[in-house]
Nanobody, 126 residues
Framework: QVQLVESGGGLVQPGGSLRLSCVAS????????MGWFRQATGKEREFVGA???????WYADSVKGRFTISRDNGKNTVYLQMNSLKPEDTAVYYC????????????????????WGQGTQVTVSS
């Protein structure tokens, strides 16, 4: 069983930055693809970005160039650096683990991820 715990959310002004962290325990973190999703009030959970076990990353078009995902396998931690934040980035942010080591195609759907954190609130407002 894998446990994921996010942290780093909060209130930030438009144009500001935040860094979210997600610490994993109970599994083989280095073999997982780690993803970030978000869910705004009244909307479906949507893909933000992910990093594969080898370090390659991919992002939703809405955050490309503003958000960066990285991982530290020694600390079992994945990060989401968010810059140039906009009010429309306001949401609960979740990290998730895809344990399918042999998946060839980038995992962007919620049903491709096996474990989820509890989420952390990000609010972008002046």
């Amino acid at each position: 069983q894998v446990q994921l715990v996010e942290s780093g959310g909060g209130l930030v002004q438009p144009g500001g930055s935040l860094r979210l962290s997600c610490v994993a325990s109970g599994g083989t973190f280095s073999r997982y693809t780690m993803g970030w999703f978000r869910q705004a009030t009244g909307k479906e959970r949507e893909f933000v970005g992910a990093v594969r076990w080898g370090g390659s990353t991919w992002y939703a078009d809405s955050v490309k160039g503003r958000f960066t995902i990285s991982r530290d396998n020694g600390k079992n931690t994945v990060y989401l650096q968010m810059n140039s934040l906009k009010p429309e980035d306001t949401a609960v942010y979740y990290c998730a683990a895809d344990t399918n080591y042999y998946r060839l195609i980038a995992a962007t759907s919620t049903n491709e991820y096996d474990y989820w954190g509890q989420g952390t609130q990000v609010t972008v407002s002046s």
